[in-house]
Nanobody, 125 residues
């Protein structure tokens, strides 16, 4: 299983970015993938997760209403649309997946088995 995250960058507060996670090595018809982030000095946290098992999604309280997770099965890609970005969203963002199919409500970084390299998102005030 390989996951490749991209789309990070520098943006002003209030701006938008779209992150992409290209996945390979597993059947994309059955998947659970999540976005996680880690800011300097902080623990890695679950931002948003999605699962094909029941179409469920999860958003952390800090991003609810601003971020949207989606998938394009034809492209084996999961996206994270980030709007109304805030300086506190600054972090390295990772996409990750568990080794078994889980509900999208499960978004614990300690439960993920496959990790892509992160992409840095910097939001300036």
């Amino acid at each position: 299983v390989q996951l490749q995250a991209s789309g990070g960058g520098l943006v002003q507060a209030g701006g938008s970015l779209r992150l992409s996670c290209a996945a390979s090595g597993f059947t994309f018809d059955d998947y659970a993938i999540g976005w996680f982030r880690q800011a300097p000095g902080k623990e890695r946290e679950g931002v948003s997760c999605i699962s094909s098992s029941d179409g469920s999604t999860y958003y952390s309280d800090s991003v609810k209403g601003r971020f949207t997770i989606s998938s394009d099965n034809a492209k084996n890609t999961v996206y994270l649309q980030m709007n109304s970005l805030k300086p506190e969203d600054t972090a390295v963002y990772y996409c990750a997946a568990p080794s078994i199919l889980v509900t999208g409500h499960y978004c614990d970084p300690y439960g993920m088995n496959y990790w892509g390299k992160g992409t840095l998102v910097t939001v300036s005030s």
